[in-house]
């Protein structure tokens, strides 16, 4: 068990705000995947949480069609949909464990309200966003500042269909982290090529993307 009864009832509590079903859907293959079987377990008990809360487990390879639906690449991968089904590019990779849950549950009650915290201002900037961006943020566990920049990531992929936000658990995918040179997290990677270190503010943030989208129409 990772969610005791004390845990149980602070998330029982948290989730009462929710007034739309969310959907969380696993993609999995325990065979050849570390950590699988641990994350399917964190989301199976928070499932268990809410009668708001429901919990699909996909094979990556046998439902090879969702996957690519969804846009996912990897695993373990843990997609959230709306009550219409409706994916919004918000992708977990690797296991929301430790500071990570809480982005989990952030994402959860954002889904499940309509609600980003943003301001009206500030959300019809990110609506506005014309063009394609693919925003990675690669988190540890033990890291308390990742949160900030995961939510904020999602929140702009819930704001605006153009805008894919993956959470990437840094140690669960080494190649990745690597590749995009990531020395600290938060790391955030806009569009392969512009990159923020640690929890910006929003607006910053979006200063960003909007740098990453002008340095390619330059």
Same mark, same amino acid.
């Given at each position: 068990m990772y969610l005791d009864d004390q845990i149980k009832t602070e998330l029982k509590k948290q989730l009462s705000v929710l007034t739309k079903n969310v959907k969380m859907i696993f993609f999995t293959q325990e065979l050849e995947c570390q950590y699988c079987s641990e994350t399917k377990a964190i989301l199976t008990e928070l499932s268990e949480v809410s009668d708001k809360l429901t919990l699909e487990v996909k094979n990556f390879v046998v439902d090879k069609t969702d996957a690519e639906k969804f846009g996912v690449d990897k695993i373990p991968a843990t997609v959230l949909l709306d009550e219409s089904d409706k994916g919004y590019g918000i992708i977990f990779y690797g296991i929301p464990s430790g500071y990570e849950f809480a982005s989990l549950l952030e994402d959860i009650k954002m889904l499940g309200t309509g609600k980003t915290g943003f301001s009206e201002e500030f959300e019809s900037? @990110?609506? =506005? +966003? =014309? $063009? &394609? @961006?693919?925003?990675? @943020?690669?988190? %540890?566990? %033990?890291?308390?500042?990742?949160?900030?920049? @995961?939510? %904020?990531?999602?929140?702009?992929?819930?704001? =605006? $269909?153009? +805008?894919? #936000? $993956?959470?990437? &658990?840094?140690? &669960?995918?080494?190649?990745? #982290?690597q590749k995009y040179n990531v020395r600290g997290v938060p790391r955030t990677v806009i569009n392969e090529n512009t990159f923020i270190e640690g929890a910006a503010p929003e607006q910053m943030v979006f200063d960003k993307m909007k740098e990453a989208l002008n340095a390619v129409t330059a």
């Open positions: 900037q @990110v609506k =506005n +966003i =014309n $063009d &394609e @961006v693919h925003m990675q @943020v690669f988190v %540890t566990p %033990t890291c308390p500042h990742c949160p900030q920049a @995961v939510v %904020t990531a999602h929140k702009f992929a819930y704001l =605006n $269909d153009k +805008i894919k #936000s $993956d959470m990437v &658990e840094a140690t &669960e995918f080494p190649h990745l #982290s």
